[in-house]
């Protein structure tokens, strides 16, 4: 099946619902898919239609975006590709937003008083910190390593001409 990319966008929408700030301003819109195919974090479409893979692109984007760049999300992206589909990666990031948004849910069952509530928020806001930290660095490293093998495969190159 095709789509539009407001077709896309709607969908998008929906699917996200609750992720995006109460201003609306994360909304994805037909400008951001063409800046995320200018970019080259997302394929481009077939005759402006998009498929399945394109979803999976943008299911990951617009998640991946509330907590890292959009250079950072590309980065990953393409990372992750390199060993698997897209259909792959899909299955592996719900298996992985299913796994955490569990762990979360079970974190607030129970919750009960005021100080219980601010202590998981207070707790939440510390682990959201450190993780996102983390999850910077290890793209950071991601992105050294392209660097690296980039600058290696461009040496090579010139020494064989």
Do not use: W
């Not at 990951?60 to 990666?89: F, M, P, R, Y």
């Not at 910190?129 to 090579?156: G, N, P, V, W």
């Amino acid at each position: 099946m095709l789509f539009r990319s407001d077709q896309i966008a709607a969908y998008m929408m929906r699917q996200h619902i609750g992720l995006a700030d109460d201003d609306n301003d994360e909304a994805l819109t037909s400008a951001m898919i063409n800046n995320y195919i200018k970019s080259g974090i997302l394929p481009r479409a077939n005759g402006k239609k998009y498929n399945k893979d394109h979803i999976v692109y943008l299911t990951a984007i617009c998640l991946l975006k509330q907590v890292v760049s959009v250079s950072d999300t590309g980065a990953l992206l393409s990372a992750l590709l390199e060993n698997q589909t897209a259909q792959e990666l899909y299955g592996n990031y719900a298996e992985t937003e299913d796994r955490e948004l569990r762990l979360a849910a079970d974190l607030l069952d129970g919750i009960s008083s005021r100080t219980q509530m601010a202590e998981t928020a207070l707790k939440l806001a510390v682990s959201s910190y450190a993780q996102k930290y983390a999850c910077k660095k290890l793209i950071d490293m991601l992105k050294s390593e392209r660097q690296d093998e980039s600058q290696k495969t461009k040496k090579a190159k010139k020494y064989a001409d």
